[in-house]
């Protein structure tokens, strides 16, 4: 079962992964000390599958490509936020992470709610409360870019 972790607004990169693991981009080094500053238990805790829902602005602050690397480590499946920071929304598509905006889920999503996402129609669905929630589907490009993996990946599939 997907465990949903609950942030409020204003979730900077500084709390998504602290500066001073900024020696390291080895991405299993950066998922040890994930959201460590805003949630002690995130780490220890967090699981492959589990969703990220949060309020406005998340990812605000510095432009670190470190941030989105140690979320997608964790195994985070999707964040879904009202509002993301550009340049962190911009980081994680080209990193492969999926992230959503919605302005809805955060109010009425509890952690233990079972939640799907289908990105291609645009939908998140909390199975728990049998409701479903839009959202604006990626392009079909940025759908292909995400699901191999990143911008990286995505290059040199069009390369080869």
Not at 96 to 117: F, W
């Amino acid at each position: 079962m997907n465990k949903n972790w609950i942030y409020g607004d204003n979730v900077d990169t500084d709390v998504i992964i602290p500066a001073r693991y900024l020696n390291t981009k080895k991405e299993s080094e950066l998922a040890l000390h994930c959201m460590e500053d805003i949630d002690k238990n995130f780490a220890k805790e967090v699981k492959k599958g589990d969703f990220i829902v949060a309020g406005n602005n998340f990812g605000c602050g510095s432009s670190r490509e470190h941030a989105p690397l140690a979320i997608k480590a964790c195994g985070i499946k999707a964040v879904i936020a009202k509002t993301f920071a550009r340049i962190f929304f911009r980081n994680a598509i080209n990193i492969g992470l999926v992230i959503i905006e919605n302005s809805e889920i955060q109010n009425e999503v509890q952690k233990d709610d079972i939640i799907e996402i289908d990105i291609e129609k645009g939908e998140i669905i909390n199975k728990t409360k049998n409701k479903t929630y839009k959202f604006s589907p990626y392009p079909k490009e940025i759908q292909k870019l995400v699901s191999v993996g990143g911008l990286v990946e995505y290059t040199k599939q069009k390369i080869n």
